[in-house]
């Protein structure tokens, strides 16, 4: 009988376990803000999406997600689920969000959005903070003999109800075959106020440098999001370590309107596949929070300390310019949540004249922070300065 209680306990604990996350995100605050995580871009199965919305709230608390976005297709959710007969034209283009924000409870912030999609340019964007897609559907439709005008309607319609919207995928082979280009309706729509935001990063489409650049030199804010159909479980290969797209919200609370702040502020960055971009603003202070320097110590022949990793995000460092006397490792990666020791050893230029002595009062460790990205190739610098 013990026995079986053992093994009833044992089993318990098992399947307790099986419902961890393997590798829930975890990326710390910043000086003045939290750091929140964010998936702006998902579809469920009132547009062309596999999953009911209640279950994307359950996928982005496993996760360990703060902030999800409903970004239905606002123009095929009824070809699909209505004209077919699915669900009854009561049911709105608002109700996928309605049904993942009553699931969401406390658990997780929901934000009400859509997904206006029509040909290249403009392509496809998402509507965040709507308050009634139908009405920004219909607006789009009443220009539909014209991609440009229809999104233009829809954009001006979200607007009006205090919306904010974003382009999405703009590297899209499908829309862009061979090239991201910024077309002049592009041009027109970020002149009229529409485009607040765009995705750098979508799980399909990949990292985009083109638009990291036109949001640094456009102040656009800067989103990663997964873009996601199916189910996660088929997306993303959780058991070795691979998580969804994030985009890292730093949000004087973590509250809608902080969130909304925090997007209107341009203060996000994305965190897909090991790679963190962003805008030097953002990535210097995370980049701190994530990676402490601890034990440093100053001596005649070496400098050395310990760089402990405190967040999900894998660290590569190489070694740049200004440290050439200098002894350590070229490449020096760190895995998440794990800490490396570091030793720096001042070289003398030759015999006759030594670099450093006793009386060398400053020795600065200069890195390039290569899955840091402030720019297109361009990794954020960090530099472990040591006196005495
Ligand atoms: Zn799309
Ligand atoms: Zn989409």
């Not at 376990?17 to 009132?46: M, Q, W």
């Not at 608002?94 to 049904?99: G, H």
Request: proline letters at 5%.
């Amino acid at each position: 009988m013990k026995k079986i209680l053992l093994f009833a306990l044992a089993l318990s604990a098992v399947l307790g376990a099986s419902a961890v996350t393997p590798n829930k995100i975890v990326i710390p605050h910043i000086e003045g803000y939290k750091t929140l995580k964010g998936d702006f871009h998902i579809h469920t199965v009132f547009s062309d999406g596999t999953v009911w919305p209640a279950t994307r709230v359950d996928e982005a608390v496993w996760e360990g997600l703060d902030v999800i976005a409903i970004t239905d297709h606002v123009d095929t959710r009824h070809q699909k689920m209505v004209k077919e007969g699915y669900f009854t034209s009561k049911c709105d283009r608002d109700e996928s969000y309605r049904v993942a924000k009553k699931a969401a409870g406390k658990k997780l912030l929901v934000i009400h959005g859509g997904e206006i999609s029509r040909g290249m340019p403009p392509g496809h964007w998402n509507c965040l903070f709507v308050k009634d897609n139908d009405d920004i559907t219909a607006a789009a439709e009443a220009n539909d003999h014209d991609h440009f005008l229809a999104m233009k309607g829809g954009l001006a319609k979200a607007h009006e109800q205090g919306a904010f919207t974003m382009w999405n995928h703009p590297n899209w082979e499908k829309q862009a075959p061979n090239k991201t280009k910024w077309w002049k309706e592009h041009e027109k729509l970020y002149k009229a106020g529409y485009m607040n935001g765009i995705e750098i990063y979508n799980k399909y489409t990949g990292y985009s440098p083109e638009a990291h650049q036109w949001a640094l030199e456009r102040n656009i804010t800067m989103f990663g999001n997964s873009d996601v159909h199916h189910m996660f479980m088929y997306e993303v290969d959780y058991l070795h370590g691979a998580h969804r797209p994030v985009t890292l919200v730093f949000a004087t609370e973590k509250s809608l309107s902080g969130v909304r702040d925090a997007l209107d502020n341009q203060r996000t960055a994305v965190f897909a596949e090991g790679m963190v971009y962003g805008r030097e603003r953002e990535l210097e202070p995370l980049f701190k929070a994530c990676v402490r320097v601890k034990g440093l110590k100053f001596t005649d022949k070496q400098v050395s300390f310990t760089l402990e990793n405190k967040s999900s995000i894998p660290v590569t460092l190489t070694k740049a310019p200004g440290s050439e006397h200098i002894w350590y490792p070229r490449v020096i990666t760190i895995p998440p949540m794990s800490s490396i020791s570091v030793s720096a050893k001042l070289l003398l230029v030759d015999n006759k004249q030594p670099k450093f002595d006793a009386s060398t009062k400053e020795v600065s460790v200069n890195f390039y922070v290569d899955n840091f990205l402030v720019g297109p190739s361009k990794p954020l610098t960090f530099s472990v300065k040591a006196t005495r």
